[in-house]
């Protein structure tokens, strides 16, 4: 990991990168760092992820609501104020929100597995 010195993040001076989903839409604001990237991600209504992801992440939902399903089936739903955090190739997993959802997404060389 870096050492990364204090600092403060604007989003507002972070510009939206529009991404499709298999249906639906994505926004993403990206800060990258050494070893780190931190993201606002939103999804619109009716959005599915365009693939399976093993990456790693910390995901904190800050409005709204969604689903990870897992390749297992099983199928969580994460509504405002909660978080998941999975380490790098433990899972493979994909996100769905049916009425939108905004997200805080870290992710970085701390999730790596050893």
Known sequence: MSNIPFQTINWDNISKEERPGETGTSWWQVLQLPGLRIRIVEYSAGYLADHWCR??????C???AFESEMATGEVFRMEKGMTYVVSDELSSHRSVSK??????IIDGDFLKLK
Do not use: D
Not at 99 to 104: C, T
């Open 62 to 64: 800050l409005e709204g």
């Open 99 to 104: 009425e939108g959802v905004k997200l805080l």
């Open 55 to 60: 990456k790693g992440h910390i995901v904190h």
